[in-house]
């Protein structure tokens, strides 16, 4: 069985290689050079999307900020598409599902690249696909979960970059853990509160997208959210690559004001971002908030 997947980054190139190792015959398209990878014989590489022919699925995994510009740009074959991605469009303010404007299935969760690579044991949730795509996209060390719930699985995915970036700022400007376990518990209700608003299921997010990629990304210095905190809590600027968070957070801030959802720690991280205010000034703003039930 053959697949295509758009993009040949961290995580593209990872899944190319999970993929390959599984017996797939899998066409990896990138504009440029691909990521460095021990790709399996059965991984081609193309920058020709007419190559992605007769696939059985089409997984982009380009980064959020670029998918508009991208299916606007170019015709895909006809094939099931599967969305990668972790963000809200910084310009409208939709999320990746309806930039797409197609049926479409989505891929997230909590996995990290080079341990998808390598090889190790990872679950990650399906959203919107069927049982025949769950197991085309499952692998013997890659388990994956469905649900019907597209949206929640997307904002749990975009939005716990957020969070992240608190989490990385509270440990980088020498808040402590307690500090951290405050804003991932805290941020975790946000979220649901924010996703449920979207038009997502509570539940949704205490699953691998919501809670399970929440807990990863919040404690690790491989994810790059975490580790863009880390650097603005030091007094650093931006890290570089790929951070999603930082247009998510700022996209996410605007539509918590029109959607009327309390989000604290997202307009916290959003003025940092932009700017507007400095860790310190953040925290402190978070913390002289009223009292209150949890």
Known sequence: MKIGII????????????????GLEVVLWARGKACARDYPTSVSHTSDLAALENTEAILLVLPAQKTSVFLAKNALPDAPLVLCAKGIDAATGR???EIAARPVSILTGPGFADEIAAGLPTALTLAGGNAAQQALLSTPKLRLYRTDDVIGAQAGGALKNVIALACGMAIGAGLGESARAALLTRGFAEMQRFGVALGGKAETFQGLS????LALTCASVQSRNFAQ????GQGSGQTGGTVEGLATAQAAAELAKNLGVDAPITFAVARVVSGASTVEAAMQTLLARPLKEE
Do not use: H, I, P
């Open 7 to 22: 993009g040949a980054g961290a995580f593209g190139s990872a899944l190319a290689v999970a993929y390959g190792q599984k």
């Open 210 to 213: 919501g809670l399970g990629d």
């Open 95 to 97: 999320l990746q599902s």
């Open 229 to 232: 905190g880390l650097a603005f």
